[in-house]
T-cell receptor, first 111, second 115 residues
Framework: KQEVTQIPAALSVPEGENLVLNCSFT??????LQWFRQDPGKGLTSLLL?????REQTSGRLNASLDKSSGRSTLYIAASQPGDSATYLC??????????FGTGTRLQVFP | KAGVTQTPRYLIKTRGQQVTLSCSPI?????VSWYQQTPGQGLQFLFE?????QRNKGNFPGRFSGRQFSNSRSEMNVSTLELGDSALYLC???WGQGTLNTEAFFGQGTRLTVV
């Protein structure tokens, strides 16, 4: 049974810092991994999708890497801003379009 | 380009009642998935529909059901509501190209409160 873990559970940093969020999964036979952000009481916003054949993806200040063999992904946020404050979720897929989510990292960036 | 639309946004129901939630996917997307989000259990997969067929189902009781129409719009129904069904219900849409997963886009969710 696939299990997805995210560390740390919560993070509070001053504006401008570079951040690394971690995601671990137990079964390396995945099709892809997706990172999302969720603002309180809202839906999920897709940030990055990494296909199983890829090693990383970049979008603006965000960079996500994938190491299937070790069951890990990291989301790197450069020069963090207060607007980055949200919960960040990773999710893996293997069976059709079913996503298995991690527990999330709650990020607070203060001015 | 319109995103994923879920209606209604908020619902308050009484124990024992039933409820129907609706999801309109992004135009052209054929796969619709439903998830339940609670503080204690996080995000859990309910079911997925592709071209009007249920392709995958999570570990939820039979009180939770769904369907998909020919225009890819989907509904989920919960019968005999229990207090524990209070949650944020999220719908996701994607192209759904066979067994190859593609990027999932989520709606804003329906907040269901059972009293």
């Amino acid at each position: 049974k696939q299990e997805v873990t995210q560390i740390p559970a919560a993070l509070s940093v001053p504006e401008g810092e570079n951040l690394v969020l971690n995601c671990s999964f137990t079964d390396s036979a995945i099709y892809n991994l997706q990172w999302f952000r969720q603002d309180p009481g809202k839906g999920l916003t897709s940030l990055l999708l990494i296909q199983s054949s890829q090693r990383e993806q970049t979008s603006g200040r965000l960079n996500a890497s994938l190491d299937k063999s070790s069951g890990r992904s990291t989301l790197y946020i450069a020069a963090s801003q207060p607007g980055d404050s949200a919960t960040y979720l990773c999710a893996v897929s293997r069976d059709g379009d079913k996503l298995i989510f991690g527990t999330g990292t709650r990020l607070q960036v203060f001015p | 380009k319109a995103g994923v639309t879920q209606t209604p946004r908020y619902l308050i129901k009484t124990r024992g009642q039933q409820v129907t939630l609706s999801c309109s996917p992004i135009s052209g997307h054929r796969s619709v998935s439903w998830y339940q989000q609670t503080p204690g259990q996080g995000l859990q997969f309910l079911f997925e529909y592709f071209s009007e067929t249920q392709r995958n189902k999570g570990n939820f009781p039979g009180r939770f059901s769904g369907r998909q129409f020919s225009n890819s719009r989907s509904e989920m129904n919960v019968s005999t509501l229990e207090l524990g069904d209070s949650a944020l219900y999220l719908c996701a849409s994607s192209w759904g190209q066979g067994t190859l997963n593609t990027e999932a886009f989520f709606g804003q969710g329906t907040r269901l409160t059972v009293v």
